[in-house]
């Protein structure tokens, strides 16, 4: 009994967050792969980016409440998402047509459009905060949980209680349900494998008759697409606050340079092993342990290796590591 305990306080605080994180953050990581394979940077924006297409659809979703619509027990965000996608990708190709189309034209250097996406990233951040301000702002509603700790102690009879919100399934089924969407785009459609022929070799591409400029548009259609999903999905799990997407450049980024840099594959895989990192390494083990430990040796305290507080370090440190012994990712990057 009290090994079932352990797995469902495991399974709670552990697995299924760490899954529905990874979800967010491999979503976030695929943006920024697609960007590096087929633009040829690394694009700091584009947690300002998630940022902005989950305010959006914040504003939608808060007008759709103020009207009397809902989603019934699921979020009314679900509806306000594609608006969201709509203002994100109106927001990204204005940016690409006045910034990045000069610097792409001047065959400017990678490092120097990594210097402009950290400018657009500071203007985005100001936007989004002049917009709908710095505080957190709430806009889950619906049922919030699928089965509540309650609920599972009294089907169950364990001292230990097992909670599935709802965002979190919804996470998990919107992102798999986008990253099939994504590899069946990629591999089954003419303009995805102009896409992965552009990524390969730009020169043959255009000696083919790929259109660059048409290639360029549907990648950031593509990657407003995903980044909203992604900011809206962590917002409803969390909360949604300006600041908290800029700090999520850096598990998103660690995630993607993890995998591979240019590989989906990858970008997927380094999510989850960001997440599982950064959930494990920061979960107080106490409770797990004092289930599992004989009598009298229960610990006493809360077997944290690290505060929540630098849960972000931990990316950092699991990116320095991947730099240092293999700088080319799990599954080596730089391929579509």
Request: with cysteine.
């Amino acid at each position: 009994m009290d090994f079932l305990n352990a797995l469902v306080a495991l399974t709670n605080f552990v697995l299924i967050p760490g899954i529905a994180y990874g979800s967010q953050l491999a979503l976030g990581a695929l943006g920024v792969t697609l960007i590096y394979g087929i633009l040829r940077f690394s694009n700091f924006a584009h947690g300002d980016t998630m940022a902005f297409g989950a305010m959006v659809t914040v504003l939608v979703t808060w007008a759709l409440q103020a009207a009397g619509v809902s989603f019934g027990p699921l979020p009314t965000a679900l509806l306000a998402l594609p608006f969201g996608i709509l203002g994100c990708a109106a927001l990204i190709l204005v940016t690409d047509r006045l910034v990045y189309r000069f610097y792409r034209e001047q065959k400017a250097k990678p490092v120097i459009l990594v210097i402009v996406s950290m400018g657009v990233m500071f203007i985005m951040n100001g936007l989004v905060r002049f917009i709908i301000g710095p505080d957190d702002q709430r806009f889950a509603d619906g049922e919030r949980f699928i089965i509540s700790a309650r609920e599972f102690k009294d089907i169950t009879g364990l001292q230990e209680g097992l909670a599935l919100k709802t965002t979190q399934g919804i996470t998990v089924i919107v992102a798999i349900v986008c990253v099939a969407l994504l590899f069946w785009f990629l591999n089954r459609t003419r303009t995805g494998k102009s896409m992965r022929a552009y990524s390969d070799n730009e020169d043959l591409a255009l000696l083919s008759g790929i259109n660059p400029e048409r290639v360029v548009t549907i990648t950031w259609l593509i990657v407003a697409a995903l980044a909203t999903v992604a900011g809206v999905l962590y917002g409803l799990d969390k909360s949604f606050k300006p600041f908290v997407y800029f700090q999520l450049l850096l598990p998103i980024f660690a995630s993607a340079i993890v995998g591979g840099l240019g590989n989906p594959l990858g970008a997927i895989a380094g999510g989850f092993i960001i997440a599982f990192s950064e959930v494990t390494i920061t979960y107080a083990w106490k409770k797990v342990l004092g289930y599992l430990a004989p009598a009298g040796l229960e610990p006493t305290g809360l077997v944290q290796l690290l505060s929540t507080d630098y849960k972000f370090a931990v990316s950092f440190v699991i990116l320095l590591i991947v730099l240092l012994f293999r700088p080319t990712g799990i599954f080596r990057g730089k391929a579509l």
